[in-house]
């Protein structure tokens, strides 16, 4: 029977592994637990001879070390997001299979944005502030239908994808700015392929870009000023992307709309003028941080862990190498 070690907290063990999925690893493993002590000794030590090394968020780096001796994991599951900050890449050398918990997360990001989406078109936030403070239907103003409107989306990732099907019913013209998109991937997504300037003319915009140097910055002061007055631009990506200074600048004056869960940098300091902008809409980085979705976490991984030591086959969390340098 193959050894996993669970390289996390028992709190975190109870965040991100369901009543069915513990079964299912007793029933496939041997399991060694770590307990609060989460040093990189102490997990190096805990991998030593394992077979399968589950990780999530709080634990730290793993050292290459680990596989130096060739004694280290053939498997690093991993029932979180993004590995980038957890591995060093050199393991792949050594062999080691790496799967995440990406794909399960990017669902529940995509809900956010939909959510995101519905709840400033209809103005929600601002007939919300108004009916606080006794007002009531003579406004002013008046929300507007997402259905078969325009929806900008940047990067083709993951929860770009789950947002696209989660939009299907609502009959959007959905086009992408992706560098990485193919006029044939396109098509089969559902969506048109165009430039930057051109996603981001929309009336909704949603941000879906890797933390990689390519995007740091890449949406300007200058293309935010070209934004269409009244639209919406949703960030569940990385604060990193969006020259955020001028985004929110734009939106003080009233002239558009933004849902923001990243920032740049995080947490932020905002000023009363921000936090009480009846347009914007701020969230604590929690677009994937669901009850349903941690606890779906490890058995996302695991199932694949399992059919790859069956048979080689890579899983939909498998992380493929070859994409490393455009990944989240």
């Known amino acids: 029977m193959n050894k996993l070690a669970v390289a996390m907290t028992p709190n975190r063990a109870d965040d991100v592994i369901s009543v069915e999925t513990r079964a299912l690893l007793e029933q496939s493993f041997d399991m060694c637990w770590a307990g609060d002590d989460l040093t990189s000794s102490a997990i190096a030590e805990l991998a030593r001879g394992s ?10 780096q793993l050292g290459k070390e680990i596989w130096a001796d060739g004694n280290g994991p053939k498997v690093v599951a991993h029932a979180a997001g993004s590995v980038k900050r957890l591995i060093d890449p050199v393991i792949f050398d ?42 009531w239907k003579q406004t002013g103003f008046r929300g507007n239908d997402l259905a078969g409107s325009k929806i900008g989306l940047l990067g083709a990732s993951s929860t770009a994808r789950a947002l696209i099907t989660l939009l299907k019913p609502f009959g959007c013209d959905i086009v992408v700015y992706d560098p990485y998109l193919d006029n044939g991937l396109a098509a089969e997504l559902g969506v ?19 933390d990689v140097p390519a995007t740091k910055g890449m949406v300007t002061r200058d293309l935010i000023e070209r934004i269409p007055d009244g639209a919406i631009v949703v960030n569940s990506a990385r604060g990193p992307a969006i020259d955020q200074k001028a985004l929110l600048e734009h939106a003080l004056t009233g002239r558009i709309y933004a849902a923001l869960d990243v920032y740049d940098p995080e947490p932020p300091a905002f000023g009363l ?23 779906a ?23 493929d190498p070859a994409v490393w340098s455009i990944a989240a």
């Open 192 to 210: 048109r392929s165009v430039s930057l300037a051109e996603a981001l003319s929309c009336p909704f915009v949603s941000v879906h870009v890797p």
């Open 273 to 295: 003028d921000v936090l009480e902008a009846p347009n914007l809409l701020l969230t604590p980085h929690i677009a994937a941080d669901t009850t349903e979705c941690h606890l």
């Open 51 to 60: 077979d399968v090394l589950l990780t999530s968020w709080g634990t730290p």
């Open 94 to 135: 050594h062999g080691v299979a790496v799967f995440s918990g990406a794909g399960r997360i990017a669902w529940s990001v995509g809900e956010y944005c939909l959510a995101a989406l519905l709840t400033l078109s209809r103005k929600l936030p601002r007939f919300d502030a108004m009916v606080k403070m006794g007002g």
């Open 297 to 319: 976490l490890t058995g996302y991984v695991i199932t694949d862990v399992l059919k790859w030591l069956e048979d080689g086959t890579k899983g939909r969390s498998f992380v």
